[in-house]
């Protein structure tokens, strides 16, 4: 043994830890955002649509479900440059990569919770007369919602938990945080301690907030 | 452009069969110890279950690069010096075990309670109850979602790399480094680990769909 654990070099650089926190949950949040808007119109679209959109919308969804999340983001931070003219930051790139890989599982989660969706609903709101868009907003939409509330929850926490990945393009959140502090104060025991700790702690007050709202809208049922 | 990725061609299938070998120990050791494990959760006396529920919550409440950071850097300050090889195998293990630990409960806690009172009731062991009773009817529950995690399991060792261990992902970034043919080579690197993963990930649904005749 011999490894003594001493945290004061952690609290003294603890603002890299919080920061980095901080700014993975802003990751996470801007990305599944426009995840989820990417995941809805692309389900409601599968549902509704042709071969030919079938087609391209399961490739999309099979060939980023299929790739580790670390290679996307090399491709889009290293590589999309070379071959387009664009220019972004590493933290832009990164909600770039995120909000594709995010779309891609959300199209899954949304399409299997519309395809749930019992017939007779549907019926019945074409009995007492709502239009084709009626149906989609009023009834659709939020059976599919309380469906894929559970399955939605775990998706969203993976998809903070994947923020970590953004460390590997120098993005100085969480994982960047512990790194940082590991090479300079060599606190390694302690400040992995420490992040592991504001990992589990953040993820658990996600899961909390959103059982909370499953639970509010069953009851709703 | 495209000699230069044909030359790099072997080095690139090395690296893949790096690739192949850490999901392959990952994949099985996670399978014995979390099946232990996991017939620790749900058959196993009141601390025993809670150990595995700790570490479970815990390891899948963390990134999977944080625990190999973890578990690579951490280790020697406590004095165990591992190769980074290995290092990076026990990390993707454990957060492979915590996940097979819950697939087991799934699969095991849809098995109804009576037979395995009924084995009991016919005078089976504990160890005659999981082989002749338990595992056989909760294996259709169990393979699907495992194949799958199998997937997450190639996916995940392209982490390793970041240990400067040169599997397919690293020896991508080398042959990048050398030749700045950046998006070819990521583009093939993609389709090389689609492939592998999408064969599995079809398995995984064939399989689903030939046990999903039976019904209880």
Redesign the interface.
Known sequence: ???ALNFNLIWRHFDKLWGGLLLSLELAVISIAIGVVIGLVLAVWYVSAGRVVRAVIAAYV??I????????V??VF???P??VDLAYSAPTSFVLTLSVYSGAYLVEVFRSGLEAVPRGQLDAGKAIGLTPWQRLLHVRLPTMLRITLPALSNTFISLF?????A??ISVPEL?FG??WI?FNTFR??EV?LV??AM??VT??IMLFGLRLVERRFRAAR | MLSQILYALPFLAAGFAVTLWVSLLVVVLSLIAGVLLGVGLVYGPMPLRWAVRIFSDTIRGIPILVLMFFVYYGLPAIGLHLPSFWAAVSALTLFKTAQVIEYLRGAVGSIPKGQFEAAMAIGLTFRQRLTYVIFPQAFRRFLPPWINGVTDAVKGSALVSLLGITDLMQAINQVIGRTYEAMPLYILGALIYFAVNYALSLASRRLERRFSFIRE
Do not use: C, H, W
Not at chain 1, 65 to 72: A, G, H, S
Not at chain 1, 161 to 165: A, C, E, P
């Open positions: 043994m011999g490894y099979e060939f479900r299929n790739v580790p999340l670390i290679l996307l090399y491709l290293y590589g999309l070379t071959v938990k994947d923020t970590s990945i460390s590997v994982t512990a790194q590991n390694i025991v992995y992040t592991t990992y589990l993820g658990y």
